[in-house]
């Protein structure tokens, strides 16, 4: 992903939410990323503790006296921007930051069409207007394209992105507001975005891959660099000509319960393609096997890929680093919790 983006001279601004992890952001600044994209103050907090020096919140913030602080507190030690998608919250962000409010970078949130935060590329200027004169510093627009995440969905997704991120910069620049970051990307939209448009890229689930992007055509098995350990504890043999069955003891917790309508089930084994993870509860995951295999015996060890590793990742406290099948250690998920 490093590569790509700097072939085509956008910089990279991976989001962490996804990892958690500090030894994983640094390895991501080290291979040429500008800094991260994190999704709350405390994800923030995390990451600038263990050395990282300039992040940005793309989230629209609604800041009291406590976060501002925090935000303050985080600009001691780091270049800090945050997302707004409102005049109203440009100055509660301002009014909250008193003196220090010039030293929190905004960036307007936009709309491209997945309909949940921002404005509409039209709006950004009066967003930007208001937080500028409420003594804030806009340094450009950024948009989620999260329409993405579908079968055939990035092509689309990526042509909303691209029209949406051009108006509202080229209308922030004609409004006076010089050199607007322009920030964009997904992991599915990712390789069709543009240097023409984006001056920024903001991927995050590429650095581990998952069922979802399995599924999309967006990585191959042999790409997925994080999976659960799971043991077989019970077998269920198929009744009436019904599928075999087994339970591993990987559930909700650990797993994740998100499921895209389109996806096949609620996750996938990494090492047997034909199997179907068909239903989850809280500390079960019940596989249905291949008619006519022998089901894997009790006690055995597959590996299970979540459908939204996301999720799974803020449901540890730690992961196994393993490389060419050996452990090599453990890595604390250093911004587990931190949700808010």
């Known amino acids: 992903m490093a590569t790509s983006a700097r072939e085509r001279g956008i910089a990279l601004r991976p989001h962490a939410k996804t990892h958690k992890i500090a030894e994983i952001a640094h390895l991501q600044v080290a291979a040429g990323a500008v800094g991260l994209t994190v999704a709350t ?9 263990r050395g990282i020096e300039d992040v940005f919140i793309a989230y629209p913030l609604w800041v009291d006296e406590r976060d501002a602080g925090r935000l303050l507190a985080l600009a001691d030690r780091a270049r800090v921007q945050v997302g707004v998608d409102s005049a109203e919250g440009a100055l509660q962000l301002a009014r909250s930051l008193g003196p220090g409010a010039a030293r929190i970078g905004v960036r307007i949130e936009l709309d491209s069409g997945h309909h949940r935060s921002g404005v509409l590329p039209g709006e950004a200027v009066g967003v930007a207007r208001a937080a500028a004169s409420a003594g804030l510093e806009v340094r450009g627009v950024f948009t989620f394209p999260g329409h993405s995440y579908g079968p055939g969905a990035a092509g689309p997704a990526v042509a909303d992105e691209q029209a949406a991120l051009s ?45 979802q992007q399995w599924e999309l055509g967006n990585c191959r098995p042999t790409d997925i660099a994080l999976s659960i350990e799971s043991t077989v504890v019970s077998h269920r043999r198929g009744a009436d000509g019904g599928p075999d069955r087994f339970i591993l003891d990987a559930g909700s917790k650990v797993l994740g319960s998100d499921r895209a309508a389109w996806a096949t089930g609620h996750g996938r084994l990494l090492d047997h393609h034909d199997a179907r993870i068909v239903a989850l509860s809280e500390h079960h995951a019940t596989v249905e096997w291949p008619s006519g295999r022998e089901l894997p015996p009790l006690g055995s060890r597959l590996r299970v890929v979540p459908n939204h590793v996301c999720m799974t990742i803020n449901l540890v406290d730690e992961v196994q680093v393993v490389r060419d099948g050996a452990a090599q250690g453990r890595w604390a998920v250093t911004a587990r919790g931190r949700n808010s």
């Open 41 to 49: 103050i405390g994800e923030a907090e995390a990451f600038v503790a």
């Open 167 to 211: 108006a509202a910069a080229a209308a922030l620049l004609d409004a006076g507001f010089s050199d607007p970051a322009v920030s964009g990307g997904s992991t599915p939209s990712a390789p069709l975005s543009s240097g023409d448009t984006l001056t920024e890229l903001r991927p995050g689930v590429y650095v581990f891959g998952d069922a």
